[in-house]
């Protein structure tokens, strides 16, 4: 069964990263939280990118605020596909500095980047990597977007009544 790790610098961004755990949670994925900051505690942060994949995680969500190193560094040593969450914490720039800090890789270390507290997104993304190879995920992911079709159109009609 895949597994997706969900990092955080600082456990100031969990209030952000919760929505990524629970649409996951939705989806019947499992999870592995866990706070690894790359200023903070670097031989943490080797450690897990570089073994993350030897332990069943098949996709990392990395969020992070003000600097946000956290999503790159992971990438540049880790196999797996990285999902960057651009968190706006108390020491940001409106969030801008962790949005270009996570989106403005170098060419061969590439993150997938979601929107300023996006995590919701991350989660759904990274549901969608594993169902390319996991049927029974894939068919959450269908059902999921049918509702979100069928919302749209309930809320159309309620307007011309």
């Known amino acids: 069964m895949s597994k997706v790790a969900i990092i955080m610098g600082s456990i100031s961004d969990m209030p952000v990263m919760q929505e990524a755990i629970d649409i996951l949670k939705g989806f019947d994925i499992e999870t592995e939280v866990d706070i690894v900051s ?11 990118s570089k073994n993350a994949h030897t332990r069943g995680i098949s996709v990392i969500i990395a969020g992070a605020g003000g600097a946000a190193h956290l999503p790159g560094m992971v990438a540049s040593m880790s196999p797996l596909p990285v999902i960057g969450v651009p968190v706006k914490s108390s020491n940001s720039i409106d969030g801008w500095d962790s949005v270009l800090s996570i989106l403005q890789m170098p060419g061969g270390v590439p ?3 979601v929107a300023l507290n996006g995590a919701k997104n991350a989660g759904i993304l990274a549901a969608q990597i594993i169902g390319s190879h996991d049927k029974c995920v894939l068919d959450k992911i269908v059902f999921y977007k049918e509702g979100l079709k069928e919302a749209v159109l309930k809320a159309s009609e309620g307007l011309n009544k």
């Open 38 to 48: 790359a200023h903070r505690t670097p031989e943490k942060l080797f450690d897990f």
């Open 111 to 113: 993150v997938a980047t």
